[in-house]
């Protein structure tokens, strides 16, 4: 939440006016319905890759902290990877090529066959790390042989890892880090058209991004890996990881429209800032190296990455291993650009509470104030975990998102964001029977505990406790949650 100069009371007159005047407006595009997921997927799983293939399940692969073996596991469900058996499909050579630091692999679905991308150095030289390839002909990926495809050819015999695979406009591309030599950089992001087969690229190679700016070079190294693509009306948005692999790990972002020519590095656009990185509030840090997928009605976009739920690391932190699979949807802002928010905090993944009524606005706190408003900034503000309500009794009540122990709650007929002082008022205040919408079955409504008959809504923009005696005041009470 932040601090911003509150308005002036003529303001809110002027709102609530318009409020009343306003007809309800369509739908955004980007609504979609509300994923519930419990964090974290996997323990000890770092680097994850989940892809939801035509069959109907989930694949999931990650790197592993012994760095010795590629594994994979599915699930008809993203939270069933959690609890899923786990099967080794390749391990480590005893010697020589592909014998060291297993890392990052990657289960990608190609001309009818699978392909697993992963790094590997060597056991007479563990950091000579290079992209290798593994191919499975069975339409089941966990059964069937996979057979050594070799090295991918890039361009220079260098450190080289993070392999990945998209298409746009019916081209398939291969996307990976490297060091190039003669740039004083530990890995930049690099992209070519693939060849003829999935372990070859073809063409020339675009140099996309050197890491040059502060939050790409903390930790002492100089950073730009983990590449992966979501694209979206007619843009393509690759996603990379930079700076050193402990609580600095961050997400940065290029963008470039779909029509362009990708592999010319002056379509592609760099985010000035992180757009994903540690959050103390949450107790999450460093997240990064992410994937994308979609929830299980195919609605949602989900955010796939790993972090830990520690800042403080002891020692080298690629030697630490307990970097964990995570999940969370993410947004999109009204720009068309996505919105990832902040790493939520372990447990079940929230949602937001759009407006029945006025459906490009969402309940968000401002300055603790709870009220609803189009184009949330920052995304977090509008974010809530519906858990078990406070007073039981199968109630639930709306955690903040970026202030983890804060819930919404009335005061004086008022709804506010604070915590929670374990008095029996608050838990009372801040307790709610979830009911079907009044304005709509498919929605939803909340109904205080200790005021039968009053229920979170709308009045003004501003939320508050009432009853809702009208189809106007049904309809201020009814939220989508999404």
């Known amino acids: 939440m932040n601090i911003r100069v509150p308005r002036h009371r003529v303001v809110l007159v002027v709102g609530a006016l318009l409020a009343c005047l306003t007809t309800v407006m369509a739908a955004p595009a980007s609504a979609a319905p509300a994923v519930r997921y419990t964090n974290p997927i996997a323990a000890q799983r770092a680097d994850p890759h989940i892809v939801k293939h035509s069959d109907g399940y989930y694949y999931f692969t990650a790197t ?36 060291a630091h297993i890392w990052a692999p990657e289960i990608h679905f190609i001309n009818g066959r699978w392909y697993v991308y992963f790094a590997a150095g060597r056991t007479d030289d563990v950091w000579r790390i290079r992209p290798y390839v593994l191919e499975n002909s069975s339409a089941d990926p966990m059964t069937g042989s996979w057979v050594e495809r070799g090295r991918v ?7 080289s890892l993070d392999m990945s695979t998209f298409t746009v406009n019916g081209v398939r591309y291969l996307t990976w880090a490297q060091a190039e030599p003669g740039i004083s950089t530990n890995s930049n992001l690099y992209l070519a058209r693939m060849g003829a087969n999935p372990w070859q690229i073809t063409g020339p190679v675009a140099r996309l991004t050197v890491p040059t700016l502060a939050w790409e070079t903390r930790g002492g190294v100089r950073v730009a890996e983990g590449p992966a693509v979501v694209q979206r009306n007619g843009r393509v948005f690759m996603t990379y990881s930079a700076s050193a692999t402990d609580a600095n790990y961050c997400l940065g972002m290029l963008t470039a429209s779909a029509s362009a020519d990708l592999l010319n590095p002056a379509s592609w656009t760099k985010s000035p800032n992180p757009v994903f990185q540690s959050n103390a509030a949450t107790g999450q840090y460093g997240p990064g190296h992410n994937s994308f997928t979609t929830s299980e009605d195919g609605q949602s976009d989900i955010l796939v990455y790993h972090d830990r739920d520690y800042r403080d690391i002891a020692g080298d932190p690629l030697r630490d291993p307990n970097r964990r699979t995570r999940v969370q949807k993410f947004y999109w802002k009204p720009d068309g650009t996505p919105d990832f928010g902040i790493p939520v905090a372990d447990g079940v993944t929230p949602v ?32 809530f975990r519906v858990v078990p ?37 608050f838990r009372a205040d801040a307790s709610f029977h979830r009911r079907p919408g009044l304005a709509s079955s498919a929605a939803v409504s909340f109904e205080s505990v200790n005021f039968p008959g009053h229920y979170l809504r709308h009045v003004g923009f501003q939320l508050v406790l009432a009853t809702a005696p009208d189809a106007l005041g049904r309809a201020d009470a009814t939220f989508v949650l999404e």
């Open 64 to 99: 592993v902290p012994e760095y010795d073996r590629i594994v994979l596991r599915r699930a008809t469900t993203i939270q069933g990877l959690a609890t899923a058996p786990e099967s080794v499909i390749w391990r480590r050579h005893a010697s020589g090529e592909m014998g």
């Open 352 to 383: 937001r509470l759009r407006s029945h009524n006025f459906p490009d606005r969402f309940v968000r706190h401002w300055e603790y104030r709870a009220r609803i408003d189009a184009g949330v900034t920052p995304l977090a503000d509008s974010q």
């Open 389 to 425: 309500g406070l007073t039981g009794s199968d109630t639930v009540a709306l955690e903040s998102t970026n202030f983890p122990g804060y819930y919404l709650r009335h005061r004086d007929h008022e709804a506010w964001v604070e915590r929670n002082d374990g008095s029996a008022t």
């Open 153 to 159: 050819n890039v361009p220079w015999d260098t450190f």
